[in-house]
């Protein structure tokens, strides 16, 4: 939650550093020489410090046009695999992310623009940012491995639940016809 907060003050500042430059640009003044710099920045630090919460409440754009014609069952175990190459992808990221901030920060390499700013700086948010998503993605899919050995457990007349897809109502109407 903090991240997100973090993240909702930056879009703050992009939003009065641009508007204040507009307006100073309209009434004949120079505005702020290193907004669009450190707006820049804050692009890269909104989006990976928003993601993981955006995850967390699963509010990610997806594309579920052939997931919802899925069953339920089926459906957790995409989500299983869906969470495992999470897991991956942002690992690797992270990783990489590790040594490219480290290796910047040990030759000491600048991002000159009007305000010389360390590089590590910027791209520290990167290792943070996909850690923090690989977290999210593990959350996932243990949660998606608890719900698949429940389901396991419970016998056929309790497996029927209240679903949200024709796929889930075409299981409980063929589930009850076998009772």
């Given at each position: ?12 500042y992009i939003t009065f550093s641009i ?41 990610h754009v997806s594309v579920d046009l052939l ?113």
């Amino acid at each position: 939650m903090t991240l997100a907060v973090l993240a909702g003050l930056l879009l703050v500042y992009i939003t009065f550093s641009i508007t204040y430059t507009i307006f100073a640009r309209f009434l004949g003044f120079s505005g702020l020489i290193w907004g669009v710099q450190f707006t820049e920045y804050s692009l890269l630090w909104i989006t990976l410090l928003g993601a993981a919460w955006v995850l967390k409440r699963d509010r990610h754009v997806s594309v579920d046009l052939l997931t919802n014609r899925l069953s339920s069952q089926t459906r957790k175990y995409f989500d299983l695999a869906h969470s495992l190459m999470g897991v991956g992808v942002c690992g690797v990221l992270c990783w990489y992310g590790i040594v490219v901030t480290w290796g910047q920060y040990q030759r000491g390499v600048t991002d000159i623009q009007v305000v010389d700013m360390p590089k590590y700086l910027i791209l520290v948010i990167i290792p943070i940012g996909f850690l923090f998503l690989a977290m999210q993605f593990l959350r996932k899919f243990f949660e998606c491995l608890k719900e698949i050995r429940d389901r396991r457990n419970q016998s056929p007349g309790e497996r029927v639940s209240y679903g949200h897809s024709n796929a889930e109502a075409r299981d409980r109407i063929l589930e009850t016809g076998k009772n």
